[in-house]
């Protein structure tokens, strides 16, 4: 399987990028649910995680659809690699930031099965306890995350709930969104490592929406839903990261009798997704109406100051794991004011920065550009949602929203479909697979070959290029 996944992302993503990116990639270990590949570094893993996870996802589900979850971790050194070597020094080093706590004995709290997760990417350590939850971050905390106007309220709020803990707080459930990239992971896992280093010694759990569905899926079909049920109801704090994919009748279902108790129990229940509460169209709307009980925060795109002062912390970090890394002022600098799209364009661009600096010490500014050129966005951060583009599309051509993300096919819809697939591609930084799900669940091919069927017929076609201009003007009033 790992053969025929490896050959289709060749095809997929080129010879080049497969050569730079792939090429070391390797098969870990495949359970019924759960693929692990290895690279041998940290920016490899990364790198993988944050721009071709979902399609190495979707390639093993087409190979087989049991398949869930799909696993980046960084392999030991191995023989023929120095000792003291890049590779080497990097799995071996702790995290820079402060680790949750592991409590060594005694009872094994869902708390501490979270934090323990953690560890997946360094061997070294070994699970103990049930696994529970998505893994966090270790690098995900309040001190590395960089405060500003655009965040400073859901700062606060998420501080406080991690220093109060439960009971003690007056929003709940706190509810973030903003659109991608802009910290949200960031912070809700900085409140689970607070809180869980905290005295108190809370039941934490963190899930992402899609973990969620999978662990209760799981567990019904083993017909252990009882004792799933029984420990979520014994916890403090839940944080649910990426509400909007939240799907499933009987899933919801579960998940609003869950958010009851808490919230009738007092627990602090955090959330967060890509839009508002009232804008979660797909889900229940008694799940949606006790989300919007609470308080809801949003979070908005970082300015220059901001965005420098991220890049200055992820240099600091990274360069105390090499102490002879450096990147000048001047480059940091104008990388804050170029790329101003979200964190995670800016983490891309960093991550690039880094990996070329060691083939070409001397980078220039203009040199800087042209590795940087597709992550440089025009102007100002434009926030369009597929919402958004699916209303006016629909509106335009006289369809339903509705009609646009169902499985009808009549040529009516279908081309409004692929005109609205084809502008979120353009206009949003989703990726294939993400904007298939919110066509209705659609296979990231299909919107690849929307994309693709759009443009061909654009280049012969003038009125259809005019008509997408005026779609692209009233999406962006
Ligand atoms: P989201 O979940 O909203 O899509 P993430 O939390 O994954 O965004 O953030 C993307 C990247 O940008 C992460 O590497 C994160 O650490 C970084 N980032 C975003 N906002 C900040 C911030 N205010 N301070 C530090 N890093 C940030
Ligand atoms: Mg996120």
Known sequence: IFERVSARL?????????????????????????????????????????????????LFQQEDAEILKVEILVRTATRGVRPGSVDEAIVEQPAPQAQPRRSAGGPQPVASAVASVTASAQPRVQHTGPLFGSPLDPRYTFDAFVEGTSNRVALAAARTIAEAGAGAVRFNPL??????????????????????????????????????????????????????????RNIDLLIIDDMQFLQGNSIQNEFCHLLNMLLDSAKQVVVAADRAPWELESLDPRVRSRLQGGVAIEMEAPDYEMRLEILKRRLAVAQHEDHSLDISPEILSHVARNITASGRELEGAFNQLLFRRSFEPNLTIERVDELLGHLVAAGEPRRVRIEDIQRVVAKHYNVS?????????????????????????????????????????????????????????????????????????????
Do not use: C
């Not at 495949?30 to 893993?45: M, N, Y």
């Not at 692929?418 to 919110?438: D, H, V, W």
């Open 401 to 477: 929203r509705q009609e646009l993300v169902s499985n009808r096919r009549t040529r009516v819809i279908v081309k409004p479909r692929q005109i609205a697939m084809y502008l979120s591609k353009t206009l949003t930084p989703r990726s294939f697979p993400e904007i298939g799900r919110r066509f209705g669940g659609r296979d990231h091919t299909t919107v690849l070959h929307a994309v693709r069927k759009i443009e061909d017929l654009i280049s012969g076609d003038t009125k259809l290029s005019h008509e997408i201009e005026l779609l692209k003007r009233l999406i962006n009033e």
């Open 175 to 232: 509810f973030i969104h903003s659109s991608v990239g802009l910290g949200k992971t960031h912070l809700l896992q900085a409140i689970a490592l607070g809180a869980l280093s905290s005295a108190r010694n809370p039941r934490v759990v963190y899930l992402t929406a899609e973990y969620f569905m999978w662990r209760f899926a799981t567990a019904i079909r083993d017909n252990d839903a009882l004792s799933l049920k029984e420990t979520l």
């Open 10 to 58: 060749k095809a997929q993503v080129g010879p080049d990028v497969f050569a730079s990116w792939f090429g070391r990639l390797k098969l870990h270990s495949v359970s019924k649910s759960l693929v692990r590949l290895s690279v041998p570094t940290t920016f490899l893993k990364s790198w993988i995680n944050n721009r071709y996870l979902d399609l190495i996802t979707s």
